[in-house]
């Protein structure tokens, strides 16, 4: 059963993190295996003559929220309601909190989220539109709403509390997996949900993901993240101990900052062909003092390609192995390219290793996608079935110019 969390972040104004961990979900956007899960976290603000509620939970759990809300405050009296991006996640149980609230609350977020509200849920009345970088003071506080469009939908904005320097980030900052803790006071929480942020960053904002080097940039540049208190974001864990961290890793993954000697290799293979050609490669890389992270589609495994667009942003190179499949590119491997090419297209060196039994067409078809993306082809080898001798000085040769590639 998924687990409520509330949680007080401040006294003054009074500042709640309500998060519910849903271990439920199996595939985020219907799409993406997430077997570690993933948090909503709303946040509710009660202020002099106000109570402000930051998003909401998925429509699953409309219920729970409204049950959770309530433990600290009357819906009844809510009279604000920040909508900082419209996808369900944030927002499906939104109709059930104004039904409980009377539709007296004011609705606030970006022009392109108040189109959005009405085409998903009907609601057009008490929404109001507001610019980038507009102020309101609600109650006692100055709240500054800044958009920050692609972080991820085009409707995207964030609230920054001004009196509290307290950033509520939404999509921007989250991360897949339920951590134990609700913050990033105990870095060893941290160290294991990292690697789940940047696969919530590749599958969710990868598509856009040079927004999220020009919006955290352009959220640095309003002077508002060097002295940050908080930031909140709409999964996973908060950021209150060193919150300027999660906002350099985005950017670092955003920018594809590789880890030293991390070669990602990919492949299928389907009675063991691609697999020989494979080895080679991974020799000559260890030989080379590389440290390869391997991703195989065999007859007993077939991982998750999130979990593989989730290695992309901080590996140096990519390996991608593949066999011919009725003149076309294994099925498994297309696919995998396909969303590679969609959601981790980064600027970085990448070796095909083909292989075929009569006309090989895998080799070259990649070839062509890569050399249409902004990955850097360095080589295709072809191999007929299993390598002969000299196909391996081959794909030791392929090997040393990608390397090279690397300046080493
Ligand atoms: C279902 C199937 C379809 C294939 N289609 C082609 C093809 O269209 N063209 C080709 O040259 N080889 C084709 N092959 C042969 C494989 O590409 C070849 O045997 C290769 O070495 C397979 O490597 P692997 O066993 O590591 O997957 C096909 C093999 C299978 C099993």
Redesign the pocket.
Known sequence: MPKVWVEKLLDEPELYLLRIDDDQIKYFEATWDIPEGITYNAYLMKTEGAVVLFDAWKKDYAYQFLETLSRIVDPKEITHIIVHHTEPDHSGALPKVLEANGYNAKIIGTAFAKRLLEAFYGIKENVHAVEDGEELKIGSRTLRFISVPWLHWPDTMITYLVEDKVILSCDAGGGYSIPEAIDDTNEEVVERYLPYVTKYIVTVIGHYHKYIVQNIEKIKNLGIVDDVRMILPGHGLIWRKNPQKIFEYYANVGSGIPKKGKILVIY????????RSVRIAIDELQKLGFEPVVYKFTDKEAPAVSDILGEVPDSEALIIGA??????V?PRIRYTLYELLDKANYEKPVLILG????????GREIETLIKRSRFDHVDTVE???RPTDEDEAKIREGIRELVKRLGR
């Not at 299928?268 to 697999?275: K, R, T």
């Not at 066999?323 to 076309?328: C, D, G, I, V």
């Open positions: 299928d293979s389907m009675y063991g062909f691609v697999e066999s011919t499949y009725e003149a076309n294994h292989t075929f039994g009569w006309a090989g067409v895998a191999v007929r079935g």
